[in-house]
């Protein structure tokens, strides 16, 4: 059955760092997602993105934030200067289309900024 | 804005006891709903959706919820608890014309022998 993917599993970095999140979509998906998940709090949205361009974003994704799909299967997440309050669970996720198609989680990205 | 409420951060059941895990949803316009269950160490899993069609909605591994419009409520429950269904489960929603989905706070489930 195919799956999102992601890579590494866990991350750690040291503030002011730059980093870099790494997804594979299913292949025949055409939208993508990150959310964040704070450890102890909700699972937080923070982008998608739709025929490469972002279509949707919250206010956590401000400038320090970007994403990219570079080629025809990677989807990643930029984080340009990590700060502390960045350690957190990042999820990928992608669906075929919007509502009513499912998301598709990938396991995570465990970031830890020390 | 779009809010889901879980209540109980975490459940404890017998097994073969009734599982049951309330999601309140804040909407005048019901969204798409979604709940997801989280194996330890694992990504989100898709449990079951709602999108309108039937108030009652099937899932894997046993699980259903039903859609109540007037009690703003997507409950999820499952008759017969078993071990494995020890895990965190999220209730979600697609506000209608988002892309996003908003999660609760999730219910972690526990399973006594």
């Known amino acids: 059955e195919p799956e999102v993917t992601q890579t590494p599993s866990h991350q750690v970095t040291q503030m002011g760092q730059e980093v870099i999140l790494r997804c594979v979509p299913i292949s025949n998906h055409l939208y993508f997602y990150w959310y964040r998940q704070i450890l102890g709090q909700k699972v937080e949205f923070l982008v998608s993105f739709y025929n490469n361009e972002i279509s949707e974003k919250s206010e956590i994704f401000d400038d320090q934030f970007s994403v990219e799909r570079p080629d025809g299967s990677n989807f990643t997440l930029k984080i340009r200067s990590t700060k502390l309050e960045d350690s957190a669970m990042y999820f990928c996720a992608s669906s075929e289309g919007t509502a009513p198609y499912e998301q598709y989680f990938g396991p995570g990205t465990r970031l830890t900024v020390t | 804005a779009q809010s889901v409420t879980q209540l109980g951060s975490h459940v404890s059941v017998s097994e073969g006891a009734l599982v049951l895990l309330r999601c309140n949803y804040s909407s005048s316009v019901p969204p798409y709903l979604f709940w997801y269950v989280q194996y330890p160490n694992q990504g989100l899993q898709l449990l079951l959706k709602y999108t309108s069609a039937a108030t009652l909605v099937k899932g894997i591994n046993g699980f259903e919820a039903e859609f109540k419009k007037s009690e703003t409520s997507f409950h999820l429950t499952k008759p017969s608890a078993h071990m494995s269904d020890a895990a965190e489960y999220f209730c979600?929603?697609?506000?209608?014309?988002?892309?996003?989905?908003?999660f609760g706070q999730g219910t972690r489930l526990t399973i006594n022998p």
């Open positions: 979600a929603v697609r506000p209608q014309g988002a892309q996003k989905l908003v």
